[in-house]
């Protein structure tokens, strides 16, 4: 089939204009506001993070980014949140490494419910944290040796920042390893539990580095051991689980920027470029340690495998050990 010149003209010309809107819409975003949804009480080091990248975010993209924290049944309720918001890239998700667990251990019946491997959108992993067992200065020990002790001689607690969180999940391992029963008080956050520790209200806590850092020098928190393969460079003094005779318990924390299901690539691709780039800034790195965390990024698919990881496997472990939520 044959067209005339005058034809071919009017279908080039469509051609171009498809392609003209198509630049167009991608160039247009974002024309508004971002919300950067964080499940979590603001003080912790998820709420402080998202508030550092959004900050950033708002100065590259050339619109505001701003954090809403709603905290709740071990971020599930934020998280769900998110889940149900439109894929248009104005509802993001800080998601601390909870995200791939914390639905295996709550009771059946959430009204909170999510898709953890296929509900999201990966958009980049924005850091990578050890995780620490520490103690307040009320418990009175100097070392994990001391703990394990005053644990088989009388009922304990470790403070979590919420059931199903990797710190929970980290603590029930111990408890298994060590042969005690360490009774987990869940918290809305890390921030509270810190605070509970302080107050001498639990003797211990499984926690990340940042929010335990400014009490190391008082001595009102000491840390016990670190649950990575290798000492952290955060704490390089800090004996490892490993080392002190407590094998198999690794356990690490991450956190990512997730998208509501059916993010457009091109604005995938748009938030993860900048997120590269903002996580080598020195002054974000430099922050970041501070805060407990080593940078992360790469591809999306870098936190797509990170949660898969940690869904099949501490999905696992919850089984076996029963661990669950009151």
Request: glycine share 10%.
């Amino acid at each position: 089939m044959f067209c005339t010149r005058r034809q071919a003209f009017t279908l080039a010309a469509a051609g171009f204009a498809l392609c003209a809107a198509g630049s167009a819409l991608a160039q247009a975003y974002p024309s508004k506001p971002i919300t950067i949804v964080v499940a979590y009480p603001a003080g912790g080091d998820t709420d402080a993070m998202a508030r550092l990248y959004a900050e950033k975010l708002s100065t590259r993209l050339g619109q505001p980014v701003v954090v809403d924290n709603r905290p709740g049944a071990s971020g599930t309720i934020g998280t769900s949140y998110v889940a149900k918001a439109q894929p248009d890239g104005y509802t993001l998700l800080m998601a601390p490494s909870t995200f791939s667990i914390a639905q295996q251990v709550l009771k059946p019946g959430s009204s909170t419910t999510y898709d953890e491997l296929n509900g999201f959108t990966p958009i980049v992993q924005t850091g990578v944290q050890p995780l620490f067992i520490a103690a307040s200065q009320s418990a009175g020990v100097k070392d994990l040796k001391e703990l394990v002790a005053a644990a088989k001689a009388k009922s304990l607690t470790y403070a979590s920042p919420g059931s199903g969180s990797p710190m929970h999940i980290l603590g029930e391992m111990f408890n298994k390893s060590a042969d005690v029963k360490m009774n987990q008080v869940p918290y809305r956050g890390i921030a509270p539990a810190i605070n509970d520790a302080l107050g001498g209200h639990v003797p211990a806590v499984v926690t990340t580095y940042g929010p335990v850092a400014p009490h190391l020098a008082s001595g009102k928190l000491s840390l016990l051991a670190v649950a990575d393969d290798k000492r952290s460079v955060l704490a390089p003094n800090v004996p490892t689980l490993a080392e002190l005779g407590y094998k198999d318990v690794q356990v690490g924390a991450w956190q990512g920027i997730f998208g509501p299901k059916g993010l457009p690539p091109e604005i995938t691709k748009t938030l993860n470029t900048h997120l590269n780039e903002i996580l080598k800034m020195p002054d974000v790195v430099s922050k970041m340690t501070v805060l407990g965390a080593l940078p992360g990024g790469g591809e999306p698919s870098k936190l797509a495998k990170a949660n898969a990881d940690d869904y099949a496997r501490f999905g696992k472990v919850i089984k076996e050990l029963g661990i669950q939520a009151d």
